[in-house]
């Protein structure tokens, strides 16, 4: 639970009433642009895509082999082969008329049409060649190795929706029906600031600041969600630089970050300068999310500043609670959402009473246990780094929860694809 | 179970057993090169890193306050507030040797040494000012609000390994240990030939040819999984062709794919012409997947030739089981993993009585059921896209099993970043 002092200066918000918010009260909305299909990859769709024609768009073969009258065959065996005459050959996907009569055979290869009259293909292997005839050894059956029209797409349906995101299988599909061009959603511009005089990314200074690191992380973690991150650099605990630097942010950013500076110290200027600035609409101050609590919103010329702290796994949480939903937004995706989720039970009785009205995030390690992960949590104040170091993701502790017993189930969630895999690939 | 037909012209091996013969025949190896950390995102380390310091260096503030001893803080309460003299202020991140007397406190921004005698931080709103005093409201405990030496990460600790894979945490942990140059793997080169007289690349041929696709795709897992891929066209069904093309791109690549003419026609030259090169080593005629089972493998000049299927899902298939694992391996991880998995159920009995002695990959679709996924099976043969269009990911069917009751444990396997995004925000 907040201590009463805190009360005083922080009016705490459920993060996703927040970013109710900014929605209501930002200009920020999704852009579509038109890009190739090829370089579409992780894109999200800005329109239903109706398959142009049926897949395949005739009866066609799935193997290199011969189409047949599957009647010819009933009584073919190895003992008493049939002989069927090849009346012809399409060796390329072709139009063609070829039709078949009784006791022939056509040879075609994968993907053309089947001649008139035939209704299966037997695979060029099972065949014996002799001369202009094959001798088939087995009987097949009506539709063996024949796709038929429309049997993997049928025309108009749409497999592609709007909001899907675009996987590699997307793109084959997008250029098989020639749909070269493609809307999709513009990636969102969002521009980082650090604040604070301690603060330095000049290597030269680090006698007497500190290098400046946490732009880089959070810019990471934009870049694998989808967003464009723009480093705008350190600027100091003053009121005029913090203004002067969330402004010009904004010329070519849709949302500007500010981290560090955002606590109740004397040198906490974001939350004092920006929320009273008469562009401003106040949003936030402080989220009912720990660690990360201090993160702070205010709507700027009509565009979100997200006022993140500097603690590091604070800076994480007000990342995955606040610019995540966003990036979602503009991404044309659903910004009630934030990361994928592994099931996972708890490998420990978990007690935690402070803060009980907000969201506790806990970062943990997966330990594969047979057929099921155990996540084992990672102590540490939040300023400390190696628990997300040593973290293959987070739990939430719910509001209003105390107490998670060992063996439940819990969602851990995963903040990125280069987690994943290192998750799954260090498993001995 | 493969027919006798089959048997004659391929010998299938198992997809592992692959990949070991492949590593045994060919000098692909990991590379190793020096890059920037703050381009190092999704990267495998090819180093230990220790940590050349503690972190924090010294006892540190953990918030903006006064350090003070909490001794002189036993008795203080709203009624009774007790009265400290500020003796000092440190503001920005110096180095210092102040130190308090009793019923002294210093101020102390976040992250800045503790002064000697001082073994407790309060932060400055929990503190009234008066004058040069400060009154403190309630008690702290010793160690309060103090981040000790080394608390996060001890001088030495390797928490950065060889062979992890660089996610945006490490990014900035890199940076505080101002490790800036890595060591990382380099990205496997991978170049791609499209084999058929059938394909084309060209728009204004699609009368009579189909557009190629196929290499698109698998050139997009590629990028996705870690390498780089290259595309270098298609090549008409000729024996001279396909080995001018395969050495052309083994020129500057670490392995070639080929995708098609690799089944048993009379157009299938990849194969007979590969194998029986002078420069070629066969590694398998055929693995035991299914789809893919006709994937076919050389060692050309000492770099593997993968010959991949054209029909999409046995593309897929050939490139989870062999691309993936030469990719993990060159990229300095396990050439024993594919991809990684979520938990889930089974939707429905199983019976697959076919290719028993194969690995069987079937495309599922996920369903969320309270706490868990259920995976449901899509249909359709190996030539169809839809499937996969429709598809959260795959479950294996191992060899030897010919059913899977309803309600049984499966892993599926995630192909892609996009994929799981994908998964988990099309859930309403």
Redesign the interface.
Known sequence: MP?N??K??FQYVAPEDAVERILGSSDICPRIEVIDS?ES??RVIAEDIPSPFS?PKEDVS????YAVKSSDTVNASTVNPVKLKIAGRI?????HDLSIGDKEAVYV???VKIPRNADAVI????TRLIGDYIEILEPCKKGDNI?FKG???AEGDI??KK???????????L??I?KFKIKVYAKPRISLIAVG??LTENLDE??????E??T???A??I??LGGIPKIMGVVPDDPEHIIKAVKNSLEDSDICVTIGGI??????LCWRTLSKHPESIPIARGLRIQPGRATSIVVFSKKPVVMLP???QST?CGTIYILIPLI?YMSG??AR?I?????AEIGEDIVVKEYKSFKRIRFVKLVKQK???IANLLM??S????P???SDGFIEIPEGVERIEKGS?V?VH?????????????ES
């Open positions: 201590n002092f805190l005083i200066f090829l990859l992780g897949i799935h193997f290199d082999g060796e390329s996907i072709i139009e290869v994968t993907g695979p060029v292997e099972r796709t049997a993997d797409i497999i592609l909001g899907s995101i675009i996987r590699p299988q997307d793109i084959k599909y250029l098989e020639r005089d301690e680090l006698t007497h600041k500190k290098l690191t946490s880089k992380l959070v990471n973690y870049k694998e606590s109740l110290g004397v040198r906490d500097g603690h590091v994480i979602y995706l659903s959402k990361l994928p989720t592994i099931p057929e099921k992960f540490g104040d300023s400390m780094l190696s997300i170091l040593k189930h969602d995963i903040l990125s694809w280069s987690q994943l895999l290192q998750t799954f690939l260090k």
